[in-house]
C-alpha cells in the first residue's frame, strides 16, 4: 500500500501517523506530550486493527496480541526517544529489541532466476508464537532506522503539542503530517499574526 493511502486508513481508523519505518509508526501509536500519554493501542482489537494496516510491510502471519506489541512499542520509544535526546537508551530497551529480533530466525536461500543467482532470506516464526515475525519485522526495521542511511533523519514533529516521530525525507520537513500538524502550526501562526490586540 502506498504511503499517502496508508496514512490516509490510519488516520480514518484513529492514529496520527503511518507510512513512516514500521518502528516508528510502531512508537508513534503514544501520545507523549499529554498527561498521562495517550495509548492508541488501548486494547486487543485496536492493536489488531493497526497490524492490519501494516500488512502489505509485514511477512505473514497472525497479528501480535496487545502485550507483546505494546512491551516492544516502549523499548521502541525509548531507544527513539534516547537517540533524539542524544543520551544512552537503557541496555534493557536495547536487549528487548534484539531478543525480538533474534526472535523470528532467518536463512538464506540461493535460487537461480532469468537474471541470475539470487539470495531469498526467510523468517522461521516459533510455530507456538507466529506472530513472532510481525513483531521481529517491527524490531528490525529499528535497527535499520537506526543504522542506515536514515539515521541523521530522525525527527520529532515540531508542533510543540504533537510527539510524533518521522523519518524526514528531505531537510525541510518539520511536522510528522502535513494535514494535522503543518496545518495546525500555520493556522495558529497566521491568528498570532492577525488576532486584535
Known amino acids: 500500500m502506498e504511503a499517502g493511502a496508508l496514512l ?25 506530550t499529554r498527561d ?13 486493527l493497526w497490524w492490519r494496516l501494516q500488512q502489505d510491510r509485514l511477512p505473514g502471519g497472525p497479528p ?25 537508551p537503557h541496555e534493557a530497551a536495547i536487549g528487548h529489541v534484539n531478543d525480538v529480533a533474534a526472535s523470528a530466525p532467518s536463512t538464506r536461500s540461493l535460487v537461480q532466476t532469468p537474471a541470475g543467482w539470487a539470495a531469498i532470506s526467510t523468517r522461521h516464526a516459533p510455530t507456538d508464537r507466529p506472530y513472532q515475525l510481525s513483531l521481529a519485522a517491527a524490531a528490525e526495521s ?41 496545518n495546525r502550526t500555520r493556522v495558529a501562526r497566521h491568528y498570532q499574526r492577525h488576532r486584535p490586540d
Not at 498521562?36 to 489488531?48: F, G, I, N, W, Y
Not at 496487545?66 to 521502541?76: F, H, K, Q, S, W
Open 8 to 32: 490516509h486508513k490510519a488516520q480514518a481508523a484513529g492514529f496520527v501517523v503511518a507510512g513512516e519505518p514500521l518502528a516508528v509508526d510502531l512508537a508513534d501509536t503514544l501520545i507523549t
Open 36 to 48: 498521562p500519554a495517550v495509548d492508541l493501542l488501548p486494547d486487543e482489537k485496536t492493536s489488531r
Open 64 to 88: 501480535p496480541p496487545l502485550e507483546p506489541t505494546v512491551e516492544l512499542r516502549r523499548a521502541i520509544r525509548h531507544i527513539l526517544d534516547a537517540r533524539l535526546a542524544g543520551v544512552m
Open 142 to 182: 529499528l535497527i535499520d532506522v537506526l543504522t542506515g542511511p536514515a539515521q541523521d533523519r530522525l525527527r520529532r514533529c515540531q508542533n510543540p503539542s504533537c510527539s510524533m516521530l518521522f523519518v524526514a525525507s528531505d531537510a525541510r520537513r518539520k511536522f510528522c503530517t502535513q494535514n494535522i500538524c503543518a
